[in-house]
């Protein structure tokens, strides 16, 4: 994997260059010499998003009281509002 660093006046300028250098791996876009956004296949999008997991998922999935899903526990207590 390719990793390619542009800056946004480059990527306004040469967008057809960025897609071909995304196909060979993800096109950092610099703005004031800080990135800003990537740009990647589609594909690799697919597989960096595949292993996430919805709870919806969880839920359809035999022998679901298996799971185990831990929430965080809240660190303020909560107040009561003031209403004057």
């Known amino acids: 994997m390719t990793i390619t660093t542009i800056s946004s006046r ?3 300028q040469g967008a057809s260059e ?3 250098a995304a196909s060979s791996g993800p096109v950092f876009i610099t ?3 800080r990135p ?3 740009l990647m ?3 690799q999008y697919r597989r ?3 292993s996430q997991r919805k ?3 969880l839920q359809a999935m035999p022998n679901v009281a298996d799971v185990e899903l831990e929430t965080p526990r809240p660190r303020e207590l909560a107040r009561p509002a003031n209403l004057s």
Request: glycine share 4%; proline share 0%.
């Open 10 to 12: 480059a990527f306004n």
């Open 36 to 38: 800003s956004h990537v």
């Open 55 to 57: 709870i919806a998922d």
């Open 31 to 33: 703005d004031r010499g």
């Open 48 to 50: 960096l998003t595949a």
């Open 18 to 20: 960025a897609k071909r």
């Open 41 to 43: 296949s589609i594909e």
